[in-house]
């Protein structure tokens, strides 16, 4: 056992059979006029794993960070296990968000950064420093809690950085590219590492990425968008057997999905062109 | 560390002994150029009174500095909080950089009183720009997505400041603590001249303006040289406390082999 979930009694969502997230016409307009997204609808159940895949400046990361609650909705609805994100957030404190870059705070130590979702929850010291304790072993980075981030290496400190989500022993987890600056090695071996853990904690991921490789070795669902306004072109679902080990790569149906969500992105950037 | 100090104290020796030889040799005149060894002596025969007046000033200077440091951040603090308090306060920060110390002094005398009460206001009036420009600068660059990430768990303004807000800064707080531990030297000083009292507790200032008076110059000296030294001993030790704060995380403070 490695992540309890305190007070981890199922979601009034997933009990009554409703999807974890409810992405209902959604749109997003900026002061200045430019419209992000535009009529975007989607469901995320429990358990799923859902990527989001556009080209850059489609509003996937705008997208997501509406789903977290941050920045408000032009129009329609969001519901995140029933409510609007940010009630939700606030409710809950269910959701953890990995940024795009590892996101740490330099002045703090490997330790005190894990530690942070549970400090700002008001979590007791030693409590906090075991259960931080547990998410870096989980990862692998046992050995280098006194370590400060400029100490370690990119992969290391996106370790560090699902370490501190893990520690926050989240039900849903948004990635915004998480793994966009790492070298390809790292970034498969993180991959699987993410397989490892949501398989562990039981997560839920919405993951946005640009890379259709990682998009379909880790997805159960690809939803493709395209750009300026960001919509959602096609849904390509992933029936790819689990658990997903490396060798998957050379399989011909992974192979397939990989074209198939390749030409979509093809399609959608010349109806953007026509436009 | 011995290193880097050696050429300057190299340096140091060489225009000394350059300076007692011109002095010695052309028989500068005493009250225009006295030689080291004049200063030297007159130091150790006026060290009781410099040493007490070294020790006012270097309370004076402590005290307002303290206070701006105080003062300063939370201003820095207010002004972070929104556009519009920044703008409503910044031109007053800026035209009190502006306004010549000297000028106000002798009202700042009579308001709180001549001697050390002055002379703090004037050390705390010009460290403290300074310390409100930098902090308020180190507030407001706090990076985005860890404002994002703080808003994500939920963290309260209080939690926000603390923990997010002020060690962010603190690169900006320490260059700005920097540059006021030395005007808080001068502005001691500078308050002394104006305001200083006589015996021991006029501080550094006040022995320079007697000595000037009495054309004392070798005395003149000495009280110059003590001063700077006060400066350079306050410099260090904030220094310190800044490479110790930083040490781990910033650029600054952080030695790089190649």
Sequence with gaps: MVVARPGGAP??????????????????????GTVALDDISFDVSEGQFVSLVGPSGCGKST?????????PITVGKILVEGLPPKESRQEKADTAFVFQDANLMPWRNVMGNVELPLELRGVSKGERRAQAMQALETVGLAEVTKSYPRELSGGMRMRV?????????????????????????????LNG????????????????????????????????MSARPGRIVAEVPVPLPHPRVPEIRTDPEYTRIVGEVVALLGTAAEAHEED | MLRSSGPPILLF????????????????????????TDVVEAWIENRQSLIGSLISTFVSALIGFGAAIVVGMSIALLMSQSRLIERSIFPYAVLLQTIPIVAVAPLIVIWVGAGMPAVV??????????????????????????????????????????????PAALPYIMTGLRISSGLAVIGAIVGEFIAGIGGMRGGIGYVI?????????????????????????????VSLVSARFLRHWHESAIRREL
């Design chain 1, 11 to 32: 979601s009034a969502a997933s009990s009554d059979g409703e999807p974890l997230i409810v992405v209902d016409h959604v749109g997003k307009t900026y002061g200045n």
């Design chain 1, 63 to 71: 997208l997501l960070r509406m789903v977290a609650g941050l920045g």
């Design chain 1, 161 to 189: 950085s699902l370490a501190r989500a893990l520690a926050a022993h989240p039900h849903l987890l948004l990635m915004d590219e998480p793994f966009g600056a790492l070298d390809e090695i790292t970034r498969q071996r």
């Design chain 1, 193 to 224: 590492e993410l397989l490892r853990l949501c398989a562990l904690a039981n997560w839920t991921v919405v993951f946005v990425t640009h890379n259709v490789f990682e998009a379909v070795y880790l997805s159960t669902r690809i939803l493709v």
């Design chain 2, 13 to 36: 020796i060489l225009l000394v002994v350059a300076w007692q030889v011109i002095c010695k040799t052309m028989n500068v005149p005493r009250f225009l150029l006295p030689a080291p």
């Design chain 2, 121 to 166: 206001v004037i050390a705390f009036l010009i460290s403290l720009f300074p310390i409100i420009t930098n902090t308020a600068a180190g507030l407001t660059s706090t990076d985005h997505n860890l404002v994002a990430m703080f808003e994500l768990y939920n963290a309260s303004w209080w939690q926000r400041t603390v923990k997010l807000k002020f």
């Design chain 2, 209 to 237: 303006t007697q000595a000037a008076a009495q054309l004392k110059m070798p005395y003149l000296f000495a009280a110059a040289l003590t001063s700077s030294l006060l400066g350079i001993a306050i410099f260090i030790i």
